[in-house]
């Protein structure tokens, strides 16, 4: 059966208006804080979406992220992000500091999130605590050693199945001790 969806998605689990209103949200959240552009707001979605799964079994929107050089991103970024600055809800700046671009976006209206449960909503704000302090170089190297992106091809699919076999540092899930400690 063929998708006639506008987005890359191919993943029947990929939810747009939950990504669309995760996205925002998450915009929202960072706001104010210098650091978090366009890099870094990569890394915190696909935190939030692969450490969901690693912790829950599930996918909380569904996105695919690819394999690129500066780390996981992604695939439907830009048009969502389209979407939402067409439809004015969100703003994006952009300028040079240096020799770096930056882009940096913000929230015009307080976001929707009426296909984020409360506890969803709690994960995604923890997860934004634990990430929105690095920078774009700090957050591309820890995403660098996280097993999905690791195990992939350049420009390829990340698995969100390999979350299983993250190493101590980057799991966000205790596993039971399967020997039982003989």
């Known amino acids: ?29 960072t706001s104010t804080i210098d650091n978090v ?24 929107t569904g996105e695919t992220y690819l394999k690129y050089p500066y780390g996981p991103a992604p695939r439907d970024f830009d048009d969502v992000m389209s979407e939402l600055k067409d439809e004015r809800l969100i703003e994006e700046k952009k300028w040079t500091e240096g020799r770096y671009s930056r882009i940096k976006y913000l929230s015009t209206v307080e976001p929707g999130t009426s296909k984020i449960a409360k506890e969803e909503l709690d994960f995604i704000d923890e997860n934004i605590d634990k990430y929105s302090h690095f920078n774009a170089t700090q957050i591309s190297e820890h995403s660098h050693k996280d097993i999905p992106y690791v195990a992939a091809e350049d420009f390829e699919e990340l698995d969100y199945e390999l979350v299983f076999y993250r190493d101590a540092e980057l799991s966000v899930r205790t596993y039971d001790d399967v020997d039982g400690g003989c």
């Open 37 to 60: 552009g366009k890099t870094v707001l990569y890394k915190i979605l696909y935190f939030i979406d692969f450490n969901y799964y690693e912790l829950f079994e599930e996918k909380l």
């Open 1 to 29: 059966m063929a998708s006639n969806a506008p987005y890359g998605g191919s993943s029947e689990s990929f939810d747009i208006e939950k990504f669309k209103q995760v996205l925002q949200y998450v915009i929202l959240k």
